[in-house]
């Protein structure tokens, strides 16, 4: 049978959100370790001035070390604000997505332009109702050397927080804490992993003759985080530290941080952590890719 693309009859706006919603959630639970590792990666320099002195080695011994100090649940620190992320989050960024391509399709056939302007006002959108969710999660799984392990442990519950956050920080500063680096470093990663998927996809199929099928979800997928990851390390690192209440960079814009890390620590320090980035969201869009496609397909009706 000739590769081809499947035409799906379109799905309601609530079943889209939900799809994608419960797709991001479950990737999320697979690849939480891999971010806290990233973020650990990314905010060492907040606690260790000189090399000498880092602590964490890589993903995979900065995985080994929080184990061997904090515990296994250590690495599922920001659990539950990640799962009200990915919720509102993926959710509403291909959901809406999905629904507003498929209003233009009924016009005429989108153009590649088109389709990144969508991809970038969606989640735009989703990450400014999303944000609080992203700043408590950067707090929990960031290592504070001021904090003892047990007294991380011992903060109050995720809706708590919020709370807490906004009545002393307000909910500009607070949980509105570095938007615009996350507005930024969250568009073009988000807008670069929906675009770069199905062009992939639509590559894999039409011009290399795969089928539609899972080994093209997963190809795809990895194509989409490494592209993702190439554009978007500069304003990711960024975003993570703009967020950050204690350390260095605390308190600064995001056109002050970028200023004084080129400064500082050059060019190239706006990639750091680049490969356990890609870890991340490599996995995590293989991982998102393929329940989406999976999910998707319970629901579709070929037309």
């Given at each position: ?7 799906d ?6 079943l ?6 419960t ?13 806290t ?29 929080m ?25 509403l ?8 391509k ?9 153009t ?8 970038v ?17 950067v ?5 504070n050397?001021?904090v ?33 680096a996350?507005?930024?470093r ?15 996809k ?53 056109s002050?941080?970028a ?42 009706i070929d037309?």
């Amino acid at each position: 049978r000739p590769a081809a693309m499947s035409v799906d009859a379109p799905l309601p706006l609530y079943l889209s959100f939900g799809i994608s919603a419960t797709a991001a959630c479950l990737s999320e639970i697979l690849t939480l370790p891999l971010d806290t590792a990233k973020v650990r990666l990314q905010l060492q320099s907040l606690a260790c001035e000189h090399k000498g002195q880092l602590k964490y080695n890589g993903p995979l011994h900065t995985i080994r070390t929080m184990i061997a100090e904090e515990g296994v649940l250590s690495l599922f620190n920001g659990l539950t604000p990640g799962l009200h992320r990915q919720f509102l989050f993926t959710g509403l960024r291909l959901g809406l997505y999905d629904k507003l391509k498929e209003t233009l399709n009924a016009h005429e056939s989108t153009t590649l332009g088109q389709r990144i302007g969508l991809a970038v006002l969606t989640s735009a959108l989703a990450i400014t109702v999303a944000n609080p969710s992203d700043v408590l999660k950067v707090r929990y799984q960031a290592h504070n050397p001021t904090v003892p392990v047990k007294r991380r442990k011992a903060r109050a519950g995720a809706f708590r927080q919020y709370v807490k956050i906004s009545q002393s920080e307000g909910v500009v500063n607070g949980l509105y804490k570095g938007f615009a680096a996350n507005l930024l470093r969250n568009s073009i990663i988000s807008a670069s992993e929906i675009t770069s998927y199905e062009i992939a996809k639509k590559n894999f199929i039409e011009h290399l003759k795969f089928e539609d099928g899972i080994p093209v979800h997963l190809a795809s997928g990895c194509t989409a985080g490494f592209v993702a990851t190439v554009l978007g390390s500069p304003a990711d690192v960024l975003g993570t530290k703009a967020m950050q209440k204690h350390g260095h960079y605390s308190g600064l814009t995001a056109s002050q941080i970028a200023y004084k890390m080129a400064k500082n620590e050059g060019v190239l320090s706006f990639y750091k952590g680049f490969w356990p980035n890609f870890c991340r969201i490599g996995s995590f869009n293989i991982a998102m890719w393929f329940f989406y496609e999976q999910i998707k397909s319970k629901f579709r009706i070929d037309s």
